[in-house]
């Protein structure tokens, strides 16, 4: 059932879609036509399939390590956007840069931008007992408010007409691209590889086990000396350095400076990534493209067929709503009971 589920949230998800599609007066086959297949019909629509699928996939492979251990980092889009400011940072004080050295230097700096904003909900966890999902939570908003200060601040570009990003980055401080006329970018690999690692990490390395035993039994993990404190700092780390990363692939990626609006919600998006893979990095990468699908095809239908701009974000909530409701039958099993016959 732990495989069936997130296939039954799915379907669930699909035919509430049709019923709510139809009652909106919208022939509903068209729509997930436009949905869920007209994006895909090029090689320029599975490019950016795996674009969006990027930053998804990045966000929660952190996030499903920690949730592994019971830590709730809620706060991957506030990392997300530190880390896009720390990394783009250095090209907003460089924009003329050229040394072959920038870009790594910004992806480190973009790490290291999500680790510092993820450190903070560790270090109040650990210290204070504060709860991880409000603090992480809040930060985020504090993150878009800074994010909004610099752009229509001080990194506002003076050449730019009054709008408020940065300068453009120089392509010393882009990603190349992996496919000429998409815009799909190293950023996937980066993808790939921390799937692949956090599988190690999980099925053969010791802080694999540790997060499994703190996560099902934190008595017993006491009692074989494991440190809750060391693996909340550890996970929340690696859930926030990997969020950073995602946010400054964005920037120097597909968007190629800093805007007041760098992600549509990843950072929160990859919360149903995390679960609907249910926490294994293999089954995240298949759901971070599914999810990926919904942003193209909620772009899709609002130009097609002038669908609101909020359809992704509708079907996103169904699918979490099903995908919920359908764990139910982790731990009950259904069964139909004959009715009882009274004797005479």
């Given at each position: ?143 878009v408010l800074l994010l909004s200060a610099l752009v229509h601040g001080p990194w506002r570009d003076p050449g730019g007409y009054n709008f408020p990003e940065t300068v453009l980055f120089p ?42 035993v703190i996560g099902l039994s934190p008595a017993a993990a006491d009692y074989a000396g494991m440190s809750a404190a060391r693996i909340t700092w550890l996970v929340l780390l690696l859930s ?105």
């Amino acid at each position: 059932m732990v495989l069936v589920t997130p296939a039954l949230a799915l379907a669930l998800t699909l035919l509430t879609g049709l019923l709510l599609f139809g009652a909106m007066g919208y022939a509903p086959p068209a729509v997930l036509f436009h949905f869920f297949i007209a994006p895909l019909a090029d090689l320029y629509g599975v490019a950016e399939l795996m674009v969006k699928a990027t930053p998804l996939v990045l966000c929660a492979v952190g996030l499903a390590i920690g949730f592994r251990a019971n830590v709730w980092n809620i706060g991957a889009e506030g990392q997300l956007t530190v880390g896009a400011l720390a990394g783009g940072a250095l090209a907003v004080w460089f924009p003329d840069g050229a040394h072959p050295l920038m870009l790594p230097a910004m992806l480190l700096l973009g790490v290291a931008g999500g680790m510092a904003w993820a450190a903070l909900p560790a270090f109040l966890k650990t210290r204070f007992g504060a709860n991880e999902i409000l603090t992480s939570l809040m930060l985020t908003y504090v993150a878009v408010l800074l994010l909004s200060a610099l752009v229509h601040g001080p990194w506002r570009d003076p050449g730019g007409y009054n709008f408020p990003e940065t300068v453009l980055f120089p392509p010393a401080a882009t990603l190349p691209l992996l496919v000429d006329g998409t815009r799909l970018h190293l950023g996937a690999l980066f993808a790939v590889a921390a799937v692949l690692a956090a599988w190690f990490l999980l099925a053969r390395a010791v802080f694999g086990f540790e997060v499994k035993v703190i996560g099902l039994s934190p008595a017993a993990a006491d009692y074989a000396g494991m440190s809750a404190a060391r693996i909340t700092w550890l996970v929340l780390l690696l859930s926030g350095g990997l969020a950073g990363l995602a946010g400054i692939v964005e920037v120097t990626g597909p968007i190629g400076q800093i805007q007041p609006t760098i992600s549509p919600g990843y950072g929160f998006t990859a919360i149903i990534v995390a679960f609907l893979g249910r926490l294994h990095p293999l089954g995240i990468l298949v759901a971070g493209h599914i999810l990926a699908l919904s942003y193209l095809g909620g772009e899709t239908v609002q130009v097609t067929l002038g669908l609101p701009q909020g359809i992704a974000g509708v079907f996103q909530g169904m699918l979490l709503f099903f995908l919920l409701a359908c764990d139910v039958l982790l731990k009950y099993r259904i069964r139909i009971k004959a009715p009882a016959v009274r004797s005479a």
